[in-house]
């Protein structure tokens, strides 16, 4: 008899584990997460009850390491701009939090990487020839080697021509 009591009790519960990611998206699961909180799931007649136990199943989460950037993208120069004459080209990376301890940043323009300090986060352009260009960040840890990458901006270098309307005698 009392195994049949065991057994309708073990029906009639559940465990359940509820926590809450960066974004601050709430999630539930059957199974163990760090930092989730236990929480029991009893059925009754009439619907369910749940219970939570006072402390956390698994350990808290650490704080984060790596990288955990909520903005990374070049803002200057902005998406399809162009830059007459003998202007330099300024180039600025946005990242939102900033660089921390011993993360570096690479460039690269069409592909080939720049020769800029590891800690740029902007710089200018000299004069460039008249042409397509693409410019692209990558944020480096070397402390958990994970790397974060902007998105590629194209960009335009045009230079007056000789021929053009601008420059003819009326």
Do not use: C
Request: charged share 15%.
């Amino acid at each position: 008899m009392a195994s049949g009591l065991l057994v309708a009790f073990a029906a009639g519960a559940a465990v359940i584990y509820k926590w809450t990611d960066a974004d601050g998206v709430v999630h539930y699961s059957d199974q163990a997460v760090p930092g989730a909180e236990k929480m029991t799931i009893s059925g009754a007649v009439n619907g369910s009850a749940a219970t939570r136990s006072t402390a956390p199943e698994a350990p808290a989460p650490r704080a984060q390491s790596g990288l955990a950037f909520t903005v990374i993208a070049i803002d200057s120069p902005t998406a399809e701009e162009v830059f007459f004459g003998d202007n330099a080209v300024p180039v600025h990376l946005h990242l939102e939090p900033a660089l921390q301890g011993s993360q570096t940043v690479t460039w690269h323009l069409n592909g080939k990487q720049l020769d800029q300090a590891a800690n740029a986060v902007g710089f200018t352009l000299p004069v460039m020839p008249r042409g397509t260009y693409v410019i692209a960040a990558t944020v480096i840890d070397p402390d958990s080697g994970q790397s974060q990458g902007t998105d590629s901006v194209t960009f335009y270098v045009r230079q007056p021509s000789e021929l053009s309307p601008q420059h003819k005698n009326p």
